[in-house]
């Protein structure tokens, strides 16, 4: 696990002493977000975060860390602009075209959003799994290859089998598919859809995989198998997790963020934040009493 | 308080009856529309096919030729000056007059001679320059009959009698001789599928229009369709969303509404007045089509690249594609068919198309075989424009004909867009 900071770049609050508060629309938000938001090693770090679509602005002066090889799920509800957040982290807001990111977020150090990052390069090392399971209309083989072959991480046709191979084996679809490798992949079940895509997603290999609510499409039984899943991948792999699901929440994240119409409201490790949260906008939010 | 339940029970009862009727009217006026289509489309094919399907059909009349040098007016049969100036309708006119002896007067020679089409002379010179050895021989032969014979064999026996215009008494008298002794016979029309146009109905052939159309409409797709899906692509999938290209997704829309003959002036105008490309050859043609099947093709295609879903998108775009790749790798291959689907309604809107061709001198009474794209031509719906403004009886059969050869390009192009639409055509989620 990693350590916690509580001095360095913005202040924050210790204790449970109740932190300045600002009113915004009739809630009581804290000026800083509660909890250990900040580490003191960090695989990626996001500072003074603003996100807008068009005039209206999306994400508050969001500031948080994720660790190296650290579960981080992001709950609150709907609107609340968490997989907005997430999405900046890749850059995949690229694409929306009204969207302007403004702080600093930085990868191992480089800044995401300066000219030198290259976006393609950034997706090829922060992978992205989505809400929908969504396949490529092709070969189950075809769809865990693509990014490989794109990133010319293969020369061989063998090298290729092996990382198809490992990658299935890892997201646990190796033994479901072994057999059908040539047949469509929009052919399988739902969970196994998800599951494959979170084989593309680990196939070239990223350092961060970002999980936007990859389980709200799933019944039970699916779902639970993707959770096992992100409970092995955290070993290897930095996991920044959205779920509307607080058990979900609770059940494989090392910490847990609650965002609150687009302000990082609080930020502690999980166990915490389910049976103390700091924060009366984190209780009502955990409690039941919105969301 | 039951009663009152049982009432509205009933009232549910009633009004579910009401819409039941109505649904099912509704279904009565789906059919009708329907069955009201399919019967116009049995009508017009039927009546076109009833009209046309003689003109596959020719009159021939079999005659007994005698290649006589002296009439011919040639010596050695391998001279091809000689051969080109050889009278062979004269020695047509010979094997006429030895089969009806009694004929005399000069006008009724001439109705004798029009028997056989001015056609025959052309066919006894191939068989000859096939055959030296043939020369001062006899043979006998089917020649072609004129189409006003022709008109006259294939009305005999029909519900409205014998067309005898332009026939003679004396003319039907021959014909009723020939009839007798089995020197008429029907054979298939090979004129018409391997040659061009003719003033003479007999020799008038599709061959021509249909090379015209088929070399026209290669430039068109060849042009229309890159340029369309390109712009298509660049407008859904790159542009930036400002007020150039709000102009210019108005004015491909209203492109597509502008009248066809419009695009005819602006091909004269540009194209030949301008930077004097040829008139009435298929690249101009081309040109000019591809003008007015551009905004159906980039709409239809702009509609495929928007049905292709987002997810599909973001997942390339997750794994690192770039924009480039996503189009290339997933856009395009799921818009495809629907892109197919635009540029055979496109295609099918040029093939018929016949007004901005008749401002681009496509409109030419033109005999040869078109062999390339910039040979003179016409185009099918401009033949079957002019065939109907002929006044020759036989042109009716030809018009109808004619038709019915632009409708089997139409099926042919729409089969192989259905062919090709299921071949490309993959399902997703």
Known sequence: MNKMVTDIAVEMPTGLVQPEQENIDGIEYPKQTIGTPLLESSKMSMRNVDVFYGDKQAIFNVNVDIGQHEVIAMIGPSGCGKSTFIRSINRMNDTVESCKVTGQLTLDGEDIYSTKMDPVALRARVGMVFQKPNPFPKSIYDNVAYGPRLHGLASRRAELDEIVETSLTRAGLWAEVKDRLDQPGTGLSGGQQQRLCIARAIAISPEVILMDEPCSALDPIATAKIEELIAELSQNYTIAIVTHSMQQAARVSHRTAYFHLGRLVEVNETEKVFTAPEHQLTEAYITGRFG | ?429
């Open chain 2, 1 to 429: 308080m039951t009663n009152l339940n049982k009432s509205r029970a009933e009232q549910i009862q009633s009004s579910l009856a009401k819409r039941y009727r109505a649904e099912k009217r509704f279904q009565m006026y789906g059919y009708a529309a329907i069955a009201f289509g399919l019967l116009c489309v049995v009508i017009l094919f039927t009546d076109i096919v009833s009209k046309g399907y003689k003109a596959f059909g020719q009159t021939y009349i079999q005659l007994e030729v005698t290649y006589d040098a002296s009439t011919l007016g040639i010596t050695d049969v391998n001279d091809s000056q000689q051969l080109a100036l050889a009278d062979f309708h004269g020695i047509v006119k010979k094997a006429l007059k030895s089969r009806f002896t009694d004929v005399s007067g000069r006008k009724a020679k001439r109705d004798l001679y029009g028997l056989i089409s001015n056609g025959a002379g052309y066919t006894l010179r191939d068989r000859l320059v096939a055959n030296p050895e043939l020369l001062n021989q006899t043979e006998t032969l089917w020649l072609v009959a004129d189409d006003d014979i022709d008109t006259y064999y294939k009305s005999i026996g029909s519900d409205a009698g014998a067309f005898t215009g332009r026939m003679s008494e004396q003319r039907q008298g021959w014909v009723d001789q020939l009839v007798e002794s089995n020197d008429v016979e029907m054979r298939v029309n090979r004129n018409f599928f391997t040659q061009g146009d003719s003033r003479e109905p007999e020799l008038a052939g599709i061959r021509g229009a249909a090379m015209g159309s088929l070399f026209t409409l290669i430039i068109t797709l060849a042009l229309s369709f890159p340029i369309g899906v390109a712009a298509a692509v660049y407008l859904e999938e790159f542009a930036p969303c400002n007020r150039w290209t709000d102009l210019i997704e108005v004015n491909i829309n209203n492109l597509a509404a502008v009248p066809s003959i419009i695009f005819g002036l602006l091909g004269l105008a540009i194209f030949i007045n301008f930077f004097h490309v040829p008139r009435s050859v298929p690249v101009v043609g081309g040109l000019v089509l591809t003008l007015m099947t551009l905004p159906t093709i980039i709409i239809s295609s702009r509609a495929a690249i928007k049905a292709v879903p987002p997810s599909i998108r973001e997942a390339a775009i997750g794994v690192g594609a770039s924009p480039m790749q996503v189009v290339l790798h997933h856009v395009l291959p799921l818009a495809m068919p629907g892109m197919l689907t635009g540029a055979i309604i496109g295609m099918a809107q040029a093939l018929g198309e016949t007004a901005p061709l008749l401002m681009i001198g496509m409109v030419a009474f033109i005999v040869d075989v078109p062999g390339g794209f910039t040979d003179p031509a016409t185009v099918l719906p401009v033949q079957i424009f002019l065939w109907a403004d002929s006044p020759e009886r036989a042109f009716v059969e030809k018009t109808s004909a004619a038709i019915m050869v632009l409708l089997a390009f139409l099926i042919l192009m729409n089969t192989l867009a259905v062919i090709l639409r299921k071949r490309l055509e993959r399902r997703w989620l």
